[in-house]
């Protein structure tokens, strides 16, 4: 298998070992020639997203940096008289979806040999880079807003990251993450593909448990790479010949950053201009996800749509599931108030992806619940 990369807009490819996280003429990167999975994997011992791997499109020699990522459990719960079901995703080793990626990426990155990274984040992605890179022994800088609570900072530097706090927006802490990539090999959650090939594994997770039930599945969107990498585990289950057909994607954005939701609903292929305010849905306020273009297609593709929810909603809605005893951050609660807020047919059964731990947050929340 030759392993790299495709441009998405231009067609050019590159090689992995030219370290590139986006293309020359600026069009995010998909990686090339990644197999569908045979039916081996579901027959594999192995647990957790290296059961997939295959579908991951690495380098086969590449040996897994790996921490038990995956492997997520899957709850039933009944809210207002209708009945759901919760992907505990936050269950990994670094309490978030995120790992997931991370787990892929850096197996990566250790394998071309790459001792430096940076990233940028608003806290879950960064603590699973810095974990994972901890793991890999490969040092690491996070660019974070200054706004990133206290709690996901100290996580970071606890796994060895150095930690740059950058004023202003989420959106700032990208752009200079960005300017440091000169130097640094950008890891990007962002953009990098890989990442998004990691997240993937979700979705055959939940294909081996729950099999075709899996109708309509809410996802939060930020940069909307876990949604792009579900869109992308289905897909390739379809086009294998497992699954008869793609699960409705609905996208959950925060009322005060709707780049996706807004590009939606006025019928855009790329993110939308909004301007942007603050959310206690930190971990999805990204203004200018560079992936939008692969966001808005997997949504359009699968029949599915967005919803904005907000802050008031959104903390209800973690109070609910708390007092149903799941405790998830504010942006995984999200899923919650937009579940809500959805078409009636596509309430019942559904599955909704929790994507952070409660954990992560409880500082937020003692300034609301206490
Ligand atoms: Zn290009």
Known sequence: MTTGYRCSLCNRTYRIEERVFCCGCGGYLEVAGAPLLGKEAFRSRVRGIWRYREAFGLPEDAVPVSMGEGNTPVVERRFDGVSCRLKLDYMQPTGSFKDRGASVLLTLVRHLGITDICEDSSG????????????????CTVFVPAYTPTGKITQMRMYGAAVVKVPGKRQDANDAALQHAQNLFYTSHLWHPYFVMGLKSAAYELWEECGESVETLFVPVGSGGFLE?????F???FRAGYAAKLPKLIGVQASACTPIHTAFTTHLDGYADVSVGTTVAEGIAVQRPPRAAAVLGAIRASGGYTIAVEDGEILDAARTLSESGIYVEPTSASVIAAWRKADKNDKEGAVLVLTGSGLKATDRYSGYFS
């Open 124 to 139: 879950n992605a960064g603590a699973a880079v810095s974990a994972y890179a901890a793991a890999a022994g490969v040092r």
């Open 229 to 233: 990498g579900l869109f992308s585990g």
């Open 235 to 237: 897909d390739s289950l």
